[in-house]
């Protein structure tokens, strides 16, 4: 629990998920006032946890380690063909560089406008019928983001918002630091 005048639970998300992105993988850490065993932990949120939400397995970790995000799997599941294939895939993947422009509003300030080489990002994208799915890295530089991709692939962010549901499918974490 946390300190002060309205104690809280301690738990931090290890990488945030975009608005609207639906998510079949995540993960949480925790911090406990008790020691419990992993079975536990996962059968106490599992019974306090909302209808459809559910935790498959907890680890237990040492609290001096920490690990952090190193890639992310995303499925974009679509009700009609992606605007793109698989040509237009091997055409980005064989780029050096695939540059977007970011913008970060903040209110009451300027539109900050920043040039990102994406490329870097990208271990894989594969074009089925109805889907894409897509490997990415995350660094210490960043990462990108499935519109981003979707974009540079040649699709428009109003055909991915309207026609399109995107969902992180797995995770993988740095070993233990």
Not at 49 to 55: A, C, I, M, S, Y
Not at 85 to 92: H, K, N, S
Request: proline share 7%.
């Amino acid at each position: 629990m946390s300190e002060g005048f309205n104690p809280r639970q301690k738990i931090s998300l290890l990488l945030a998920r975009g608005v609207g992105v639906a998510s079949e993988s995540e993960f949480a850490e925790l911090d406990l006032d008790e020691w419990m065993s992993a079975g536990e932990v996962a059968r106490r949120l599992n019974e306090n946890l909302p209808e459809g939400l559910h935790v498959e397995r907890a680890v237990l970790g040492d609290p001096r380690e920490r690990r952090r995000v190193v890639g992310i799997d995303y499925r974009v599941s679509c009700r009609c063909a992606p605007p793109f294939g698989p040509a237009d895939v091997e055409t980005l993947l064989a780029q050096p560089e695939t540059h977007v422009r970011r913008e970060r509003r903040k209110t009451g300030k300027p539109v900050r406008v920043r040039d990102v080489d994406i490329r870097p990002f990208i271990r894989s994208i594969r074009v089925a019928a109805r889907s894409v799915e897509m490997s990415l890295a995350v660094t210490s530089d960043g990462t990108t983001r499935p519109e981003e991709i979707w974009e540079a692939l040649g699709g428009t962010a109003d055909t991915l918002l309207a026609d399109c549901t995107v969902t992180r499918t797995a995770m993988q974490l740095s070993p233990p630091v």
